[in-house]
Nanobody
Framework: QVQLVESGGGSVQTGGSLRLSCVASGYTSSNKWVAWFRQAPGKEREGVAVITIGGGSTRYADSVKGRFTISRDNAKNTVYLQMNSLKPEDTGMYYC??????????????????WGQGTQVTVSS
């Protein structure tokens, strides 16, 4: 019931920055968590960051701690991912996903039912 649209991807050099946006529509009042995932060709999808819509609590993958920041603007139904100090290892398709119910904050992909189409991030050396 929730539609998600990502934007903001692109190509940058190592050390550069990008800000991704995820705009939600539909029954957005039911969202409890919105998360960012990424997937490189031939690799499994991995969780990057998650935010609790109500309270704003966050959790990050160890690989991005200190470099990425997830935030939300509930009035605009938008979640952002600010990515700084980008590395080639950050390259991949980035997806926004939402959970409408649950107990625990998690970056496990199978817990998220609504997904965006993805936006490509490429970081060159």
């Amino acid at each position: 019931q929730v539609q998600l649209v990502e934007s903001g991807g692109g190509s940058v050099q190592t050390g550069g920055s990008l800000r991704l946006s995820c705009v939600a529509s539909g029954y957005t009042s039911s969202n409890k968590w919105v998360a960012w995932f990424r997937q490189a060709p031939g690799k499994e999808r991995e969780g990057v960051a998650v935010i609790t819509i109500g309270g704003g609590s966050t959790r990050y993958a160890d690989s991005v701690k200190g470099r990425f920041t997830i935030s939300r603007d509930n009035a605009k139904n938008t979640v952002y991912l600010q990515m700084n100090s980008l590395k080639p290892e950050d390259t991949g398709m980035y997806y926004c996903a939402a959970r409408t119910d649950g107990i625990a904050t998690s970056l496990a992909p199978y817990l998220y039912a609504s997904w965006g189409q993805g936006t490509q991030v490429t970081v060159s050396s």
